[in-house]
């Protein structure tokens, strides 16, 4: 026989396998590795070059499947997770050929885990270890991600023995796939805490906000020689910017917030030595002080800052542009002139936005209590009381406002629609005086 005809039966012979192996509902892994040095690292997956075009996605969401078919649909092909997700998402995501970092969920110090207690710590590894071995070979698996932000307001450093054990149970078990952890920042002595206590980790990922600027400049003076992640990233943090005097952070309209990821992504990000990958914040929507602040969507409608990573993952920009908010006045005023009202007298808003098409715009307001929430970390917070019902004609570009019966800190939030599918937002916080 011919070599050849060698090769073909043997290539048959191989594929034949593979539709065995399928068949018989074994899934297949595909090895992903970072190779290099220190200045010239690089993810591989399926031994080929692997650009991480990514977001972060709450896989137990609601909207999670209609929200991994838009990022599919804009351009990105990875995203990641802050738990473990199930075999129905990660066989569309594979479907659509988008990977997955995935996250467990390790007890965080601040939420009462004791990592001095032996047992809990043990039967958390175990927990994770059915969880390894459950998805390990699944082919749409891209990386472990062992806890998130396990360094905030943490005291007992232990934690990070605990992640270097499950890193070696992991790479154990999953010769396939990389492992890391996130931070919430990074210096010099959490980077050294990390270098020294979870050696096993093949790289370290850093979650930063208006720090995205600045991330570049500190890993070249922390001692971490590893790759790097940046696995959230997006806006400026409710921590990072100005405040009312009744300590109401401003947030970014959404013109402003696409400005900032653009900048995010073409300075920030760009400035950084050893990057593998960036996971964008957030892909979806949630409540974090405002409903607005973080996630990319409102109620499944894309916001400006979609079109720009729309532009960042795919060189170009999405054929219709989201509306652009020009101004938001309450009495006339900003938010950065601190508005106050009187209980029961009536005021008028107004915002001022284009269409980048001349389309029509239609308008939605809404009025909420000032959150009062002070979790941190990303925890879940209570959606504040809504008193929209003090507004009138909430379909126009201007609006009026009876101030509630009750004194205290408010938020006026405004919505604009276009024709094409997409929504700008801003919001003014003001205070009630009792009249």
Known sequence: MSAVKWRTRLLLVACLGLLWQTAAGELLPIKVEIRGAPGDYQLYRDGKP???RGAGLDASAPDAIDMLRKLKAHGGNSLRTWNVA????????????????????????????????????????????????????????????????????????????AVNDISKMIHRLDPNHPTTTTTAGIDSSLASTIAKRAPDLDFVSVQVYAGVFSLGKTMKSVPWEKPVMVSEWGTVGHWEVAKTDWDAPFELDSTQRARVVWEGYTQGLAAIDDLIGNYFFLWGQKQERTPTWYGVFVDGTRTPAVDVLH??????APPDQAPLVRALRLKGMKASEQPRLFTGDTYSAEVEAVDPESGPLRYHWELMEESRATQDGGDAEAVPEDYSHLLTERDHMAVELRAPDTPGPYRLFVYVHDEGGAIAHANIPFLVWKK
């Open 50 to 52: 692997y650009q991480v």
């Open 86 to 161: 199930d075999e129905e998402f990660l066989d569309l995501a594979h479907e659509l050929g988008v990977t997955v970092a995935m996250c467990l969920d390790v007890a965080r110090e601040r939420h009462g885990f004791d990592y001095n207690d032996e047992q809990a710590v043990a039967e958390q590894l175990a927990t994770f270890e059915q969880q390894v071995k459950r998805f390990r070979n699944h082919p749409a698996l891209l990386a472990w991600i062992i806890g998130n932000e396990l360094n905030l307001f943490y005291k007992n450093r232990r934690v990070y023995d």
């Open 311 to 316: 532009r960042v993952w795919t060189g170009s």
